[in-house]
């Protein structure tokens, strides 16, 4: 199972970008998945938390973006999406997509996507 991240970029302060990020397999490859999240690190920080959301669409965010960020997934496509507005340069990091999947063999593992640069310039 691979993720694959997409939409980052460089925006104003105040301005708005949306994330996505797909889970797909090997043709024939069975999965399920369960959690997904975004995690973002900034330069000299440790990774953290954004949000994240059930396959019921439950969510939880850091405090720091809550009422800014609003995480939801299509399950039929095995997305999440993350769209961010009002932009603070603060919010600039490398944006990480996570899930945990149950796989053919009924182990549930962690995944990882790519990061996804999000620059705020002042």
């Known amino acids: 199972v691979q993720l694959q991240a997409s939409g980052g970029g460089l925006v104003q302060a105040g301005g708005s970008l949306s994330l996505s990020c797909a889970a797909s397999g090997s043709s024939g490859s069975v999965f399920s998945v369960t959690v997904m999240g975004w995690y973002r690190q900034a330069p000299g920080k440790q990774r953290e938390l954004v949000a994240r959301?059930?396959?019921?669409?439950?969510?939880n965010y850091a405090d720091s973006v809550k009422g800014q960020f609003t995480i939801s997934r299509d399950n039929a496509k095995n997305t999440v999406y993350l769209q961010m507005n009002s932009l603070k340069p603060e919010d600039t990091a490398a944006y990480y997509c996570?899930?945990?999947?149950?796989?053919?063999?009924?182990?549930?593992?962690?995944?990882w996507g790519q990061g996804t640069l999000v620059t705020v310039s002042s």
């Open positions: 959301i059930t396959r019921s669409g439950t969510t």
């Open positions: 996570n899930a945990l999947i149950v796989d053919n063999s009924g182990r549930l593992r962690e995944y």
